[in-house]
C-alpha cells in the first residue's frame, strides 16, 4: 500500500474532493480530505464515507489512518481565519 494508491482509491469514491496522503513505510499514513459533499454530514459520516472508499484495504493492508475531514467553507476557515 502506498499514499499515492489511497489518494486514487478516495477520489474515485468522491470526485470532488482535494485529498492529501503522506506516509511511507506502507502501513501507517496521514490523509487530509477537503470535499463539498461532507456539507451538512457529522464528523463520524465524513470519516465512513472515506472509510467506506478505502473498504478492506483498512483492515488488511492500511494498520492506521489519522484522518481529517474538511468541507471546502472549513478549509477556506483553516487557510484564511481573519476572513468572513
Not at 513505510?25 to 480530505?33: I, K, P, Q, T
Not at 463520524?44 to 489512518?65: C, F, P, S, T
Amino acid at each position: 500500500m502506498n499514499a499515492n494508491l489511497i489518494k486514487s482509491l478516495i477520489q474515485q469514491e468522491l470526485p470532488d474532493a482535494q485529498v492529501e496522503v503522506l506516509g511511507d513505510d506502507g502501513a501507517h499514513f496521514e490523509a487530509l480530505v477537503i470535499s463539498a459533499s461532507f456539507v451538512g454530514m457529522s464528523p463520524v459520516k465524513q470519516h465512513q464515507r472515506v472509510y467506506a472508499a478505502l473498504g478492506e484495504r483498512m483492515r488488511e493492508e492500511i494498520h492506521a489512518l489519522s484522518l481529517r475531514t474538511l468541507t471546502p467553507d472549513q478549509a477556506e476557515q483553516i487557510r484564511h481565519p481573519t476572513r468572513h
